[in-house]
């Protein structure tokens, strides 16, 4: 068994620490400025607090799990403190922010695993699957043998992990952005509920499905931003048009940002609906 550090959980990150304690590693984290959303969702998970001193002197393996914008800064404050181990990015990153990670955690004397995980956190075995790719990817992958989440080895470069999850989140999350934004269009111009009736009659899963991703987007809207610039960033590295997923990123800025103006306000004392909320922010 293993004792694996995980920086800095979130509500994923949580869930696979939760997977490691299920088939017997101890998995430590430090609660140290941690809100009180985070420790609960550690303690239901299993993880042992614990100082960041300790969390790198006792971890053979330090697992990243933090929103995009973070994972180079977490990088150098692993690196900072000396660690040696087996460093895991799991983080919805481009390749060239891995390299950079890579950079940072290998001149202080650890190995890196390129990751990228794929599905919500996980709950019941097949739904989640964690990608692992570099020359230590099988050794982390054997720690999540029989736990619910399906650690897999993404063939390929160093980085293919990370390349799987651009690719994979530029449709699932680049697409529910342009369904808000084609909906935040009609109703800009009056023509939001000929457009309803059209989706019913022709693409009868987009008008709840849009009203799902304006949920998704308002909730988790502040994470997705810097994951659209990643991909942008991946895709003008392949020479691919980078114009679209920055526009993604401009969506989810506004409705992280979602305020209702108050010339929008309905007259009626119920609060308006998170759609509306978010359809006004985009507008």
């Not at 920086?7 to 939760?18: F, K, S, T």
């Not at 964690?130 to 720690?143: K, Q």
Request: a negative charge.
């Amino acid at each position: 068994m293993a004792t694996v550090g995980l920086l800095h959980p979130g509500e994923m990150g949580a869930a696979v620490g939760g997977c490691l304690v299920s088939v017997g590693h101890e998995v430590l984290w430090d609660p140290a400025g941690r809100s009180r959303a985070s420790t609960g969702r550690a303690l239901a998970a299993g993880l042992t607090g614990v100082t960041f001193d300790r969390l790198i002197a006792r971890s053979s393996v330090i697992l990243s799990v933090c929103p995009p914008h973070a994972a180079l800064d977490v990088a150098r404050q692993v690196a900072s403190a000396g660690y040696a181990g087996r460093y895991v990015d799991a983080n919805a990153i481009s390749v060239a922010t891995a390299e950079q990670v890579c950079a940072v955690v290998t001149a202080a004397g650890a190995t890196y695993v390129d990751g990228g995980i794929i599905g919500m956190p996980p709950e019941v075995a097949g739904d989640t699957r964690l990608y692992l790719s570099g020359p230590h990817a099988a050794e982390v992958r054997i720690l999540f043998s029989r736990s619910r989440l399906d650690a897999r080895i993404a063939e390929g470069p160093l980085y293919a992990a990370s390349s799987v999850k651009m690719a994979y989140a530029a449709w699932t999350k680049g697409s529910a952005a342009l369904l808000l934004a084609a909906r935040a269009l009609a109703r800009a111009s009056g023509v939001e509920q000929t457009l309803l009736t059209e989706w019913s009659l022709s693409q009868r899963a987009l008008g709840e499905q849009s009203e799902r991703s304006a949920a998704a987007a308002a909730a988790k809207g502040w994470r997705w931003v810097a994951e659209m610039e990643e991909i942008a960033a991946s895709m003008a590295a392949a020479g691919l048009p980078a114009g679209f997923h920055e526009a993604a990123a401009d969506i989810y800025d506004r409705a992280a940002r979602a305020e209702m103006p108050a010339a929008h306000r309905p007259a009626a004392p119920e609060p308006p609906s998170t759609l509306d909320t978010v359809m006004s922010a985009l507008m």
